[in-house]
């Protein structure tokens, strides 16, 4: 089992759909959570840290849940520039620590 | 704001050639990183650098070694590439090791024949 697992893609939405993301962790010792956007053929960007207490920042908003060890990321109002891949990404404390990237969700938002 | 900067960003090489992959970053961030991606796998881990003067293996360290220059910069060596190590490799950085995002370089993409 991946420690990092999220949805399958590709997820083919409307402009302005609601679209989530699901990303579920295995390690109980993981400690911070972040949602990254990565476009094609560029570098992983940081789109935001996940808290406890859930998060929002315009259009997105973030959730975990320690007990069930998932965290997901809600996209209102989908532009079609939010067509990308969606990292999620737990870091994981185990004596040093453990940086593990989810294998991505690729989104098409369409016109 | 340069941010994170990788050289070079395309590189071809034979089997067997050495090369040395460079990163900086003027953030002046104490923790760096090396990374790997392949299509269809998440990026993985190959050293890192919690702060100026240490490193450490991640997930896929064969193959590479690392040098912690000074607290900017941060490179990593191919010995004798092979093959299997054609990917984009890409270079972050951050505050700190473990708890804080990580900031990336746009990639090297290298490809070994």
């Known amino acids: 089992r991946k420690e990092v697992e999220q949805d399958p893609g590709p997820f083919n939405v409307p402009e302005g759909a609601t679209v989530a993301f699901n990303c579920t962790y295995s390690?109980?010792?993981?400690?911070?959570f972040f949602w990254y956007r990565q476009d094609c053929r560029k570098e992983p960007k940081l789109l935001m840290s996940?808290?406890?207490s859930g998060n929002e920042d315009g259009r997105f908003t973030a959730q975990l849940n320690r007990a069930s060890q998932y965290i997901s990321l809600l996209i209102r109002d989908s532009k079609l520039s939010d067509s990308a891949t969606y990292l999620c990404?737990?870091?994981?404390?185990?004596?040093?620590?453990?940086?593990?990237f989810g294998a991505g969700t690729r989104l098409f938002v369409k016109a | 704001n340069a941010g994170v900067t990788q050289t070079p960003k395309f590189q071809v090489l034979k089997t067997g050639q050495s090369m040395t992959l460079q990163c900086a970053q003027d953030?002046?961030?104490?923790?760096m990183y090396w990374y790997r991606q392949d299509p269809g796998m998440g990026l993985r881990l190959i050293y890192y650098?919690?702060?100026?003067?240490?490193?450490d293996k991640g997930e896929v360290p064969n193959g590479y070694n690392v040098s912690r220059l000074n607290k900017r910069e941060f490179s990593l060596r191919l010995e004798s590439a092979a093959p299997s190590q054609t990917s984009v490799y890409f270079c972050?950085?951050?505050?700190?090791?473990?708890?804080?995002?990580?900031?990336f370089g746009d990639g090297t993409r290298l490809s070994i024949l």
């Open positions: 650098s919690a702060s100026e003067g240490t490193t």
């Open positions: 953030m002046n961030h104490n923790s």
């Open positions: 390690n109980s010792a993981s400690q911070s």
């Open positions: 990404v737990v870091n994981i404390r185990t004596g040093g620590f453990k940086t593990i």
């Open positions: 972050a950085s951050s505050v700190s090791a473990g708890s804080q995002p990580q900031h």
């Open positions: 996940v808290y406890s």
